[in-house]
């Protein structure tokens, strides 16, 4: 649904856009009209929309394949957030007892991590009692390069440089956190 503001047509960003997959497979944006692309929708999700691709002619949800589509894509382009021992896990826990955990586990885990990343950050300033904390400064960049690592960027910023001696120190913090959470789900599913 649009609404006007001032004799501009504005979308109605609080429901999801849809996206209508014509049998071509072209990707038919319903708010402007025209064709998207892949990138088009992942730009959309990036900038907070929610997307909902259907299929015109039998009117099947296709939004989860399409966001797996555009992961797979990314991770092909040498944009990996995810490991290869991450993927390794994800592929086994379609095969055991796992499989029911899992999906809660990185939901509530990207739910954590979306949510709190402003409120932590908001709370942990100069201003407030932490800030004369020691390490708070240490802590707190370690934190961002967490939240930088899992988002692939998208989030507070730009990824580390690949040549930054500072943000490869942290990234391999942030493996060895993620290995010891892969290696607790992995004795989950046990």
């Given at each position: 649904?649009?609404?006007?503001?001032?004799?501009?047509?504005?979308?109605?960003?609080?429901?999801?856009?849809?996206?209508?997959?014509?049998?071509?497979?072209?990707?038919?944006?319903?708010?402007?009209?025209?064709?998207?692309?892949?990138?088009?929708?992942?730009?959309?999700?990036?900038?907070?929309?929610?997307?909902?691709?259907?299929?015109?002619?039998?009117?099947?949800?296709?939004?989860?394949?399409?966001?797996?589509?555009?992961?797979?894509?990314?991770?092909?382009?040498?944009?990996?957030?995810?490991?290869?021992?991450?993927?390794?896990?994800?592929?086994?826990?379609?095969?055991?007892?796992?499989?029911?955990?899992?999906?809660?586990?990185?939901?509530?885990?990207?739910?954590l991590l979306r949510d709190?990343?402003?409120?932590?950050?908001?709370?942990?300033?100069?201003?407030?009692?932490?800030?004369?904390?020691?390490?708070?400064?240490?802590?707190?960049?370690?934190?961002?390069?967490?939240?930088?690592?899992?988002?692939?960027?998208?989030?507070?910023?730009?990824?580390?440089?690949?040549?930054?001696?500072?943000?490869?120190?942290?990234?391999?913090?942030?493996?060895?956190?993620?290995?010891?959470?892969?290696?607790?789900?992995?004795?989950?599913?046990?």
């Amino acid at each position: 649904m649009q609404h006007v503001l001032g004799g501009t047509v504005v979308a109605d960003t609080t429901k999801p856009l849809l996206i209508k997959r014509y049998a071509s497979r072209r990707l038919y944006n319903t708010e402007t009209s025209d064709y998207v692309t892949l990138e088009d929708i992942a730009l959309f999700i990036r900038e907070g929309r929610e997307v909902q691709i259907v299929d015109l002619k039998s009117g099947d949800d296709l939004t989860r394949q399409y966001l797996l589509q555009i992961i797979a894509e990314h991770e092909s382009r040498g944009e990996s957030v995810l490991g290869v021992d991450l993927l390794t896990d994800l592929v086994r826990s379609y095969t055991t007892q796992a499989s029911s955990v899992v999906p809660q586990f990185l939901s509530a885990s990207f739910e954590l991590l979306r949510d709190g990343q402003s409120k932590a950050m908001e709370k942990m300033t100069k201003a407030s009692p932490m800030g004369s904390m020691p390490g708070f400064e240490a802590m707190q960049a370690q934190q961002q390069a967490f939240f930088k690592a899992m988002t692939g960027g998208l989030i507070g910023g730009t990824p580390p440089a690949k040549d930054d001696k500072a943000g490869s120190d942290d990234l391999d913090v942030i493996k060895e956190q993620l290995a010891a959470m892969q290696e607790k789900l992995s004795r989950m599913g046990k």
